[in-house]
Nanobody, 123 residues
Framework: QVQLVESGGGVVQAGGSLRLSCVGS????????MGWFRQAPEKEYEFIGV????????YYADSAKDRFTISRDSAKNTVYLQMNSLKPEDTAVYYC????????????????WGQGTQVTVSS
């Protein structure tokens, strides 16, 4: 069993930055690939990016590639999502998700999800 807790959301002006954190716990957490998704009101989950269990090879959606960075600190059991140059359309609830062999852009390939953290970007 893996538990995930996100933090770092908030309200930021357009052009600003936020760093989201996802702290994992559980005996097997270190073996899980970690994805980030977001969901805006009335919309489906949108893939942002994924980082492998080893911390290598982050992969991003095209919409995130130039502005968002995913990193992993294994010593702290924490995965980060650094978001720069934020836009109003980035407003959503952001989730981290964990899965073994889940290096994927599909939300249903992940087994465990955090509770989400709200990001609101004002214009």
């Amino acid at each position: 069993q893996v538990q995930l807790v996100e933090s770092g959301g908030g309200v930021v002006q357009a052009g600003g930055s936020l760093r989201l954190s996802c702290v994992g716990s559980g005996r097997t957490f270190s073996r899980h690939d970690m994805g980030w998704f977001r969901q805006a009101p009335e919309k489906e989950y949108e893939f942002i990016g994924v980082i492998s269990w080893s911390g290598s090879s982050p992969y991003y959606a095209d919409s995130a590639k130039d502005r968002f960075t995913i990193s992993r600190d294994s010593a702290k059991n924490t995965v980060y999502l650094q978001m720069n140059s934020l836009k109003p359309e980035d407003t959503a609830v952001y989730y981290c998700a964990a899965g073994i062999d889940s290096y994927s852009s599909k939300w249903n390939d992940y087994d465990y999800w955090g509770q989400g953290t709200q990001v609101t970007v004002s214009s």
